[in-house]
């Protein structure tokens, strides 16, 4: 795969640093829920970051918080609860046949058996994005 796509591999753990791992917990919580008070309960139990997307929460937390802040959710209505990388430093693409070659290169990863998870620093510009967008519509 990486040669078909002109990369190569590093050894292993020579991109680490460039990460860290977190708790990541994802849940749909009712309407009726009083959202200060949840989030304080979270804040107690270690959550470092709360992001709310309507009724859709996605909590991100330490390692050695992710059981106590998991334990704060129903179990009903957690939607994903995992360990991840997330990274340290995002470096923005500009250019959009780079953005393409990596796009292949991610896709030709997560479709191989072998692989179990990608995880990239990489975020799109917004004229980037744009126009993949709009070739994906064509």
């Known amino acids: 795969?990486?040669?078909?796509?002109?990369?190569?591999?590093?050894?292993?753990?020579?991109?680490?640093?460039?990460f860290r791992r977190v708790g990541v917990i994802e849940a749909t919580l009712?309407?009726?829920?009083?959202?200060e008070d949840f989030e304080l309960q979270l804040i107690d139990a270690g959550a470092e970051d709360i992001d709310w997307d309507g009724?859709?929460?996605r909590v991100f937390c330490p390692l050695e918080g992710f059981e106590r802040v998991l334990k704060v959710f129903n179990s009903d209505t957690v939607q994903k609860s995992e360990i991840t990388f997330l990274p340290l430093e995002k470096k923005v693409l500009t250019d959009i046949i780079s953005a393409q070659e990596l796009l292949e290169l991610q896709e030709a990863l997560q479709g191989?058996?072998?692989v179990d998870e990608v995880y990239t620093n990489v975020e799109f510009s917004e004229e980037v994005l744009k126009t993949l967008t709009a070739d994906e519509e064509l």
Do not use: E
Not at 1 to 18: E, N, P, Q, R, Y
């Open 30 to 35: 009712p309407k009726d829920l009083h959202r």
């Open 112 to 114: 191989d058996d072998d």
């Open 1 to 18: 795969i990486m040669t078909k796509h002109d990369a190569s591999l590093g050894v292993a753990g020579c991109v680490a640093w460039m």
């Open 55 to 57: 009724d859709v929460i």
